[in-house]
């Protein structure tokens, strides 16, 4: 190979990466979600998180849930995310389920305070046999308690109830008061642009893999949980 040839080969140029730390918006306390290794803040920018509910309130009982989000903003080294959704685990759904009652899964499209348009799933479970006509009242009373949540506030604020079970709570006893509950639970709630970005029905698994690990956090380059 002559010298000129040598001259016309281009180097292979590689982009320096940095890390960025990615935290949960303000109704979460802008807690540290963790930190991904990019070339720039720019490309994490779209990017979905989904992150157990524990790692977020550090109760250990939250550990059934998570909760979506997605990367919107940077902050010099920091990205800002927003969220998306929150979801039971197909594991904990089976756990409620037992012989000689009535399973209800309802489905619940609703308007937010700043007009969010949001889907609420969620399931009714009964301590024993009931008939239709129980069934009727339980879901039209659920859709009123659902509505009148949800107008209170925006999205955030909405999710935020949800995820520390006071709306379940609530539901639950004024439900109860029509027919005995032995459980009430949200499985799913997603704002509708992105109701099918959270799976209708997921395998269950043995233990969920920890922030960093291909699951905390989505499409990422590379991601680590921080201490």
Known sequence: MSKQEVKKESRIKTKK?????????AVFGKRELGETYVTSAESAMGRMLKINLKDI????????????????NAVGTTLETTALGYELTPSSLKRMVRKNIDRLDEYTALATKDSRKVIVKSIFITVGHTQRSI????????????????RKGDF??????????RIQSMVKKR?????PLRDFAIRM???REHEQMIPEELQP??????LGEDAG??????????E
Do not use: C, M
């Open 205 to 210: 698994q043995e233990a969920e893999p920890a």
């Open 217 to 226: 956090i989505e499409e990422s380059e590379e991601a680590v949980p921080t």
């Open 135 to 150: 069934h009727s009242k339980l879901r039209s009373q659920l859709k009123r308690l659902l509505s009148e949540e949800a």
């Open 175 to 179: 439900l109860s008061k029509i027919y």
């Open 17 to 25: 990466k940095s890390w960025f730390k990615i935290v949960a918006p």
């Open 156 to 165: 955030d604020s909405f999710l935020a109830s949800v995820a520390s079970y």
């Open 57 to 72: 309130s550090g109760n250990v009982k939250d550990q059934n849930a998570y909760i979506h989000f997605r990367v919107v």
């Open 189 to 191: 709630l997603a704002l």
